[in-house]
T-cell receptor, first 115, second 115 residues
Framework: AQSVTQLGSHVSVSEGALVLLRCNYS??????LFWYVQYPNQGLQLLLK??????LVKGINGFEAEFKKSETSFHLTKPSAHMSDAAEYFC?????????????FGTGTRLLVSP | DADVTQTPRNRITKTGKRIMLECSQT?????MYWYRQDPGLGLRLIYY???????NKGEISDGYSVSRQAQAKFSLSLESAIPNQTALYFC??????????????FGPGTRLTVL
């Protein structure tokens, strides 16, 4: 079965600092990996996704993630945090089962950004 | 206007009551999903639907039922609500054409409290 593990339920950074949110996956087949963001009182929206090809994936709002097969990781980074980045971030792995796309989410990491 | 809408946004009910959560979408997608979000557990799939005639159970369907009234409408019912069904509920949609790397589009969520 596929799964993802997000290390750290909360991450605190100062505005302008590097953001690093960790995600490790477990999959017996090449994984399709996603990062979603949930802003306060909103639904989830896609930040970026890895399918095949380039291992460094760029997403919206300056975020990027690097797929590292040897480390089974897909960590999310942003060089300089902004106050508006405060949100909850979910890593997810996708697979197909009888035509159905199954998304398995991690437990989420809440990013806190201080001035 | 939002592509995926959910009503109500907040609901407080009592143990044993029947309650219905509604989801509508204007994206024209065939696939629709209901998820439940609990703190520290991420999102878990309750039910999913390929189209009006095809509805399937997810990993935590006990205590829930659904109805797909039209391509654009997917309702979740709690026949007899219990306190451990207190959670944030999300509806999502997707286009089937992309397979495992499809983006799912989420509604804003319904916060349900069962007293």
């Amino acid at each position: 079965a596929q799964s993802v593990t997000q290390l750290g339920s909360h991450v605190s950074v100062s505005e302008g600092a590097l953001v690093l949110l960790r995600c490790n996956y477990s999959s017996s087949v090449p994984p399709y990996l996603f990062w979603y963001v949930q802003y306060p009182n909103q639904g989830l929206q896609l930040l970026l996704k890895y399918t095949t090809g380039a291992t460094l994936v760029k997403g919206i709002n300056g975020f990027e993630a690097e797929f590292k097969k040897s480390e089974t990781s897909f960590h999310l980074t942003k060089p300089s945090a902004h106050m508006s980045d405060a949100a909850e971030y979910f890593c997810a792995v996708s697979s197909m089962n009888t035509g159905f796309q199954k998304l398995v989410f991690g437990t989420g990491t809440r990013l806190l950004v201080s001035p | 206007d939002a592509d995926v809408t959910q009503t109500p946004r907040n609901r407080i009910t009592k143990t044993g009551k029947r309650i219905m959560l509604e989801c509508s979408q204007t994206k024209g997608h065939d696939r629709m999903y209901w998820y439940r979000q609990d703190p520290g557990l991420g999102l878990r799939l309750i039910y999913y639907s390929f189209d009006v005639k095809d509805i399937n159970k997810g990993e935590i369907s006990d205590g829930y039922s659904v109805s797909r009234q039209a391509q654009a409408k997917f309702s979740l019912s709690l026949e007899s609500a219990i306190p451990n069904q207190t959670a944030l509920y999300f509806c999502a949609t997707s286009d089937p054409s992309g397979g495992p790397y499809n983006e799912q589009f989420f509604g804003p969520g319904t916060r349900l409290t069962v007293l």
